[in-house]
């Protein structure tokens, strides 16, 4: 839909960094709590996308020492999770030859998805190929389960049995605009704005695709939940156009506000700008030891409740015990 | 909050073994299934919430999408391209509701009484009289109004024909159109699959000559050929182009449509519609579709309309072959037509002048032999019950391609009991009813729906609506 204005994406879906920190802290310390309460972090997804929650464990607190007792990951660490599986996400992607549209559709659903829940809840593997199935089915480039299961051998099954809880958490928003469009739409703009000749023409070509490699890398921070798509595209042009150096781009920006009528002063834009530059400076991806820290954790605070642990029909819940199945879940991926 | 019957249960996610309504149900009282189609089943249903006892949900139930592939792509596609709109003549979408047990979804929206077939047909069947000028011209006007919302959204409805044309009944909104079904609409920049790769058939009296001729891409015009023919069926009670369906082939090439067509309207020629040179079908030509059968255009003798006349006018531009002259939703509203006497109104059932005979048009027949699942009880069917009856066959409420033959239903028969389902709603990432137990309609945050916005505060308990999960810790039983 052409009107980003009355979209759901703009009216629910762009935060403040405030508001960012808080759900991210929210969703941590509930994951916490469970883990004190009941040993385990993981809400088991079944075969009919419905949810079963870790039970409580009387005891839990204290009959573990504090050694073995399962550490929760901090904030940092799952933002660590989100990042690393956000560059998994685009791997995925780029081995099925996925338009860019589908990759931002899909990244966009992840970040929303970890809004409402902690990767310490559900698994990123499962969440990740999941937001891509579903990013397929409407952007009308319908891929089955099974296929894109097939493609990076994993069990499709599990896709779809996270479908539900997937469009859930979207809370049914699935039109959501990414800033590729917006960055087509800019240079057939700054098309007529220099006035452009065939070499200048040239240039914007370029400077396009300098822009989409720009708007790649945004789309890996947190910025596509706290600035809308037009913003975005702007911030990747403007760092494209200090590579290309095709025009006057403070000059184009006092345009398009004055075409506008744009509440917006320069300044305000400008700010904007240089904001979603600083979250793409700050981006970290996590080092291979830091994943390795953070899986082992991770994978202590599944250790009571996987669900091919049959045991837990019987209760018998050994702090001590793990399943050679829950090994394998770890940030490890065909 | 707001269900007085919710159970203690709020932990029952969904479980098979459990007999207990399902907490979404609750908020229901079911009626009966008004339709039925390719999708899935339509349910009528009654909301039991004290703020809105007794008001009338429309619920399409999705079945899975066939091939094992999960949530039905139609359904996805039909509620997000609805969560991104709302305006008052375009249904609307009150809650998604999620039924582990098959992994279907229920859409329930606000229930609308009558669609234009139902008008037409009641007018048709009984006593011939036509339909009143002021009630067609409100009825078009709306329908336009709509049209021109949707498409200046970039979003082409592409099923448009007098089925999924709803008419709200007694009540606030009474006469008000409301386009439904939007399982086949596209947003223009989406890449668009001709009809047949979806597997859906569709009626093709309302398809435009364009896309009968093999054009690939759509445009808005395509909703604009379908309004003009449901214009000259409101005026005339008939179907303006009711061509025999070929069904040999996944798509095959309508011929009978098109002549069906070309009869009325004459042949087109190149240089009206300059671009049919380039259409598959008529470049090849080979069922001799150039060949000029007929010369001289009788639309005015069809519909009975003075070729001078205002309605006349803004139909044939309605009707205009080449797609890109063809008149467009915004231009339509602006036509001459609804500047004279009578004026077009809101509520288009009833005229505004005084002495006009409203028509008392019939309620949806209900089969009430039904469970939410679509599945019929054992419950031996139970006598019409008196004053209530209505007869006639399973309406095609909310764009339903099939009726059945006609039969006596009746309506008031007590509610079956429905199969367990999991009560989710949108407001809520997270699980059963713990923390909201009502299930809150969706909130959009935006100025655009003051009205709906209030009514979720009523039921939207204290710090809830933020989307987070609840805190639960129990397992399911």
Redesign the interface.
């Known amino acids: 839909?052409?009107?980003f204005q009355?979209?759901?994406h703009r009216?629910?879906w762009i935060f403040t960094p405030q508001q960012l920190v808080e759900?991210h802290k929210?969703?941590n310390q509930?994951a916490k709590?469970?883990l004190e309460?009941?040993g385990t972090t993981r809400i088991e997804v079944?075969v009919?996308?419905?949810?079963?929650?870790?039970?409580?464990q009387a005891n839990a607190a204290d009959n573990a020492d504090k050694h073995s007792r399962p550490k929760p990951l901090s904030v940092d660490e799952e933002q660590f999770m989100r990042v690393y599986y956000e560059y998994k996400l685009r791997e995925v992607c780029s081995a099925f030859y996925f338009p860019h549209k589908i990759q931002a559709t899909a990244l966009i659903y992840f970040k929303r998805f970890y809004?409402?829940?902690s990767v310490m809840e559900h698994d990123p593997k499962h969440v990740m190929l999941t937001c891509i199935?579903a990013a397929c089915?409407?952007?009308?480039?319908?891929v089955?389960?099974?296929e894109l299961g097939k493609g990076i051998s994993q069990d499709h099954q599990m896709?779809?049995n996270y479908?539900?809880i997937v469009?859930?958490?979207l809370?049914?928003?699935?039109?959501v605009y990414a800033p590729y469009?917006s960055v087509e739409g800019f240079i057939n703009d700054m098309e007529e704005f220099c006035h452009a000749t065939d070499d200048q023409i040239q240039m914007l070509k370029d400077m396009q695709a300098t822009a989409i490699t720009e708007v790649d890398k945004i789309l890996f921070t947190d910025a596509p939940l706290l600035f809308p798509p037009g913003q975005l595209a702007l911030a990747a042009l403007r760092i494209a156009n200090e590579m290309h150096q095709v025009l006057d781009f403070e000059r184009y920006l006092r345009n398009i506000l004055s075409r506008q009528n744009s509440v917006h002063t320069i300044s305000n834009l400008t700010e904007s700008l240089d904001a979603i530059d600083s979250w793409v400076k700050k981006y970290k991806f996590p080092t291979e030891k830091d994943m390795k820290h953070i899986n082992r954790k991770l994978k202590s605070c599944w250790g009571h409740s996987s669900h091919d642990d049959k045991k837990r029909e019987k209760k018998s819940k050994h702090k001590s015990h793990k399943s050679s199945n829950e090994m394998q879940n770890g940030p490890t991926l065909a | 909050m707001g269900d007085g019957n919710a159970t203690t249960n709020n932990r029952s996610?969904?479980n098979s073994n459990n007999n207990e309504k399902p907490e979404w149900l609750q908020q229901y009282n079911l009626i009966g299934k008004i339709g039925e189609g390719t999708y899935g089943l339509v349910f009528l249903a009654k909301t039991k919430s004290p703020a809105n006892r007794g008001k009338s949900i429309a619920i399409k139930k999705f079945k899975q999408s066939k091939?094992g592939?999960?949530?039905s792509?139609t359904a996805?596609?039909e509620?997000?391209?609805l969560?991104?709109?709302?305006h008052e003549n375009v249904v609307k979408l009150v809650n998604?509701h999620?039924n582990?047990?098959d992994?279907s979804l229920y859409l329930a929206f606000d229930y609308a009484e009558h669609d234009l077939y139902e008008i037409i047909r009641h007018h048709r069947d009984k006593g011939s009289h036509c339909i009143n000028q002021y009630t067609v011209k409100s009825l078009l006007w709306q329908l336009l109004n709509g049209l021109n919302y949707l498409h200046s959204?970039?979003?082409i409805h592409r099923d448009l024909k007098p089925s999924n044309i709803l008419v709200m009944g007694e009540g606030d909104e009474h006469g008000v159109v409301k386009i439904a079904d939007f399982g086949l609409a596209r947003?223009?920049?989406?890449?668009l699959?001709p009809l047949s790769d979806n597997g859906v058939v569709v009626t093709i009296w309302y398809r435009a000559p364009e896309l009968l001729l093999g054009a690939k891409h759509y445009t808005s015009a395509v909703d604009m050929w379908a309004v003009g023919c449901i214009f000259a069926e409101l005026l005339t009670l008939k179907p303006l182009f009711q061509g025999a369906e070929a069904k040999s082939t996944p798509n095959p090439f309508q011929l009978d449509q098109l002549d069906k067509i070309f009869k009325v309207l004459g042949h087109p020629t190149l240089e009206k519609w300059p671009t049919l040179a380039n259409l598959p079908h008529w470049q090849s030509d080979l069922q001799h579709i150039q060949g000029h059968k007929y010369e001289n255009t009788g639309l005015h003798n069809v519909v009975h309309l003075s070729p001078k006349s205002a309605p006349y006018d803004l139909l044939s531009k309605m009707l205009e072959y080449d797609p890109r002259k063809r008149i467009t939703a915004a231009q339509a509203l602006e036509h001459e037509y609804f500047r004279i006497e009578p004026l077009p109104g809101r509520n288009a059932l009833v005229p505004s002048q005084p002495g006009e005979k409203v028509i008392n048009y019939p309620t949806r027949p209900v089969d009430t032999n039904t469970d939410f699942e679509g599945t019929t009880s054992l419950q031996p069917p139970q006598p019409v019950s008196s004053g209530n009856a209505v007869s006639g066959g399973m309406p095609g409420g909310h764009g339903v391609a099939n009726r059945s033959a006609s039969r006596p239903m009746q309506i008031g028969m007590p509610r079956m009991q429905p199969q367990v389902m999991?009560t989710?709603n949108?407001?809520q990432?997270?699980?059963g009813g713990a923390m909201n137990p009502a299930g809150i309609p969706?909130p959009?945050?935006?100025a655009?729906q003051p009205h709906q916005q209030q009514h979720l505060r009523r039921k939207d308990p204290p710090g809830m609506g933020s989307?987070?999960?609840p805190?639960?810790?129990?397992?399911?039983q």
């Open positions: 839909m052409a009107d009355t979209s759901t009216a629910k759900k929210v969703t509930r709590q469970m309460k009941c079944d009919d996308g419905s949810l079963s929650y870790p039970e409580t809004l409402q829940w199935y089915k409407i952007e009308e480039n319908h089955s389960a099974e896709i779809l479908e539900m469009l859930q958490s809370e049914f928003d699935l039109i469009r | 996610v969904s091939d592939d999960g949530v792509p996805i596609r509620i997000m391209l969560r991104e709109i709302s998604v999620i582990h047990a992994m959204n970039w979003i947003i223009y920049q989406a890449p699959k999991a989710y949108m407001a990432a997270g699980m969706m959009r945050g935006v655009a989307g987070y999960p805190q639960q810790k129990s397992r399911r």
